[in-house]
């Protein structure tokens, strides 16, 4: 089972993958909070009904609510309708083949991923101390 943040990251990777974007997004970062503190996410027309239940049921506001926080988790997760027709067992023995499989060419091999012009890391404001007390347990 993982553990509390790797937990969490694990989510948002998948919620990434499904939408293309983080959950919540909005450019103004007013309206982003206030998505946040509603819980409620928006999806596209088109998207999968399976989908949309997995993201809602990982994002539930209430923990205890949450899929994947019971002491089984994981099961829970994969007994989800989204992953119906998956061979969790042919998944772990590597059995199954992706539906994608980049070329990397070495260790440090970024061509599968889009170009971003580089900026200085210095030049980003800091967080307040009371924007970091907001997020101190996400």
């Known amino acids: 089972m993982l553990a509390g943040n790797t937990k969490k990251n694990f989510f948002v990777f998948i919620i990434l993958f499904f939408l293309g974007y983080p959950p919540f997004y909005n450019n103004d970062q007013f309206v982003a909070y206030q998505k946040i503190l509603s819980g409620k996410l928006e999806f596209p027309r088109h998207f999968d009904y399976a989908a949309k239940q997995l ?20 099961e829970e997760i994969k007994n989800e309708q989204w992953f119906v027709g998956i061979s969790w067992t042919d998944v772990y023995q590597r059995k199954t083949k992706p539906p994608i499989k980049p070329t990397v060419k070495s260790d440090g091999d970024t061509e599968n991923f889009d170009k971003y012009d580089e900026f200085d890391i210095k030049l980003t404001p800091q967080a307040s101390s009371y924007d970091l007390h907001l997020f101190k347990d996400f």
């Open 55 to 74: 993201l809602r049921k990982l994002l539930h506001t209430d923990q205890a609510q949450r899929i994947g926080s019971a002491k089984n988790g994981g």
